[in-house]
C-alpha cells in the first residue's frame, strides 16, 4: 500500500513525478522484489544524477505491479483536485489523470486505486468511465457529511471566546453561512 496527498499549498506534491516518485519508493519498502526493481532503476539512471523521465518512473512502478504476483497493491491518491489545471500544454493535473486512466486500462487485477477529489468537471469526466457505479462514491450530497460540517462550526461558534459574546441569532447566522458554503471541505 502506498499513499499520495497532492497539496496545493506544496509545489512538490502537485505533479506526476512526486506521486510516482513517492509510491515508487513507498513500495520499494515493501518487498525485496520491489527494492530490487528500484535498485536496478537507480542503476540505470547513473546511480541518481540523470533524472529519470516520467515514462521511465510509469514503467519502474508498472514493474512493480507486474512483479507483485498475487500480492495486491493499493494505491491511495488524495486531493487529485489540487493539482494546478492550467491551460496550454498537459497541465498536471491532466498528466496526472492520464497516468490514472493508463494504469486502469493495463487491467491489473492486483492493482486497486482509491481516488479523492472534489469533483471537478475535468476529473469527472476522466474517473467516471474507467469506474462502475457500485465503485464510485460522492459524498458532497450526502446528509452525514453536511450535518458533520454543520456540527464542528457549531462547535468552534460556540466555543470561540470572543463569539461566545455575540448573540445567538448572530452565531446562528454564521453556523448557516459557513456550513452552506462548505462545499463538502
Not at 8 to 30: M, N, P
Not at 31 to 51: D, M, P, R, T, V
Not at 84 to 90: A, D, L, R
Amino acid at each position: 500500500m502506498a499513499f499520495f496527498f497532492f497539496d496545493f499549498k506544496d509545489i512538490g506534491k502537485q505533479d506526476t513525478r512526486a506521486l510516482l516518485s513517492s509510491v515508487i519508493v513507498q513500495l520499494s519498502r515493501k518487498s525485496q522484489s520491489f527494492y530490487g526493481i528500484l535498485f536496478n532503476f537507480y542503476s540505470a539512471h547513473e546511480k541518481g544524477s540523470q533524472q529519470p523521465s516520467i515514462g521511465a518512473l510509469t514503467k519502474c512502478l508498472e514493474d512493480m505491479i507486474g512483479a507483485s504476483g498475487d500480492v495486491p497493491i493499493y494505491l491511495v491518491l488524495d486531493a487529485v483536485d489540487e493539482c494546478p489545471n492550467t491551460k496550454g500544454i498537459p497541465s498536471s493535473r491532466r498528466q496526472v489523470l492520464d497516468l490514472v486512466e493508463k494504469l486502469v486500462k493495463q487491467g491489473s487485477s492486483r492493482l486497486h486505486l482509491c481516488i479523492t477529489s472534489r469533483p471537478e468537471v475535468d476529473i469527472r469526466t476522466c474517473l467516471e468511465p474507467l469506474t462502475s457505479t457500485s465503485n464510485r462514491m460522492c459524498l458532497h450530497d450526502q446528509i452525514g457529511q453536511k450535518n458533520d460540517i454543520v456540527e464542528f462550526v457549531r462547535g468552534v461558534v460556540y466555543s470561540d471566546e470572543n463569539v461566545r459574546r455575540w448573540r445567538d441569532e448572530d452565531k446562528e447566522l454564521v453556523i448557516e453561512m459557513l456550513s452552506a458554503r462548505a462545499n463538502g471541505m
